[in-house]
T-cell receptor, first 110, second 112 residues
Framework: LAKTTQPISMDSYEGQEVNITCSHN???????ITWYQQFPSQGPRFIIQ???TKVTNEVASLFIPADRKSSTLSLPRVSLSDTAVYYC???????????FGAGTRLTVKP | EPEVTQTPSHQVTQMGQEVILRCVPI?????FYWYRQILGQKVEFLVS????????KSEIFDDQFSVERPDGSNFTLKIRSTKLEDSAMYFC??????????FGQGTRLTVV
């Protein structure tokens, strides 16, 4: 499984778009990229997953370039309630070895 | 919305005692996981379970740990002889398709 690297922390302000980049240089052909969100004292929550190009849902967008060595989670117009730790994972579809990296602590300020 | 349920929410135990943490995964899910999170640290993978057997485990998951699916609904994590460093939040998760997993609210284990 490809190791993922993310910034340790990021700060933003309400209403801004936030982009969190994850590096996964050794990603395997069968690996997907998945992002989770974790609030304090809660379990992680699935946000989005993708394989290539762009995926969008009601919460976020995920951009994965053609070489797949990195990915970017985009959160549009963040609010204070988006303050959380965001984890990027690389895992093979239906291979249930899902290991979290250190994550990115996003702080949204008023 | 279906959810993963964990009990108890908080357990205090004495060092050396056995504890069993319980989880009820979402009913049609096939993959089950246990994670732990020491306060202020990242989420650490312990074990995954599929088709009634362990499919992956981490180096943390040593002989002191075991998992079981005793019936069609429960999924348990047993720690045989707890140590102070086992104090953490333990999360259970389940999924129908990897890697979209659903996590429970966790059990906070305090070893004294």
């Amino acid at each position: 499984l490809a190791k993922t690297t993310q910034p340790i922390s990021m700060d933003s302000y309400e209403g801004q778009e936030v982009n969190i980049t994850c590096s996964h240089n050794n990603i395997a052909t069968n690996d997907y990229i998945t992002w989770y969100q974790q609030f304090p004292s809660q379990g992680p929550r699935f946000i989005i997953q993708g394989y290539k190009t762009k995926v969008t849902n009601e919460v976020a967008s995920l951009f994965i370039p053609a070489d797949r060595k990195s990915s970017t989670l985009s959160l549009p117009r963040v609010s204070l309630s988006d303050t959380a730790v965001y984890y990027c994972l690389s895992s093979t579809y239906n291979n249930n070895d899902m290991r979290f990296g250190a994550g990115t602590r996003l702080t949204v300020k008023p | 919305e279906p959810e993963v349920t964990q009990t108890p929410s908080h357990q205090v135990t004495q060092m050396g005692q056995e504890v069993i943490l319980r989880c009820v995964p979402i009913s049609n899910h096939l993959y089950f996981y246990w994670y732990r999170q020491i306060l202020g640290q990242k989420v650490e993978f312990l074990v995954s379970f599929y088709n009634n057997e362990i499919s992956e485990k981490s180096e943390i998951f040593d002989d002191q740990f075991s998992v079981e699916r005793p019936d069609g609904s429960n999924f348990t994590l047993k720690i045989r002889s707890t140590k102070l460093e086992d104090s953490a939040m333990y999360f259970c998760a389940s999924s129908s398709t990897v890697p979209e997993a659903f996590f429970g609210q966790g059990t906070r284990l305090t070893v004294v």
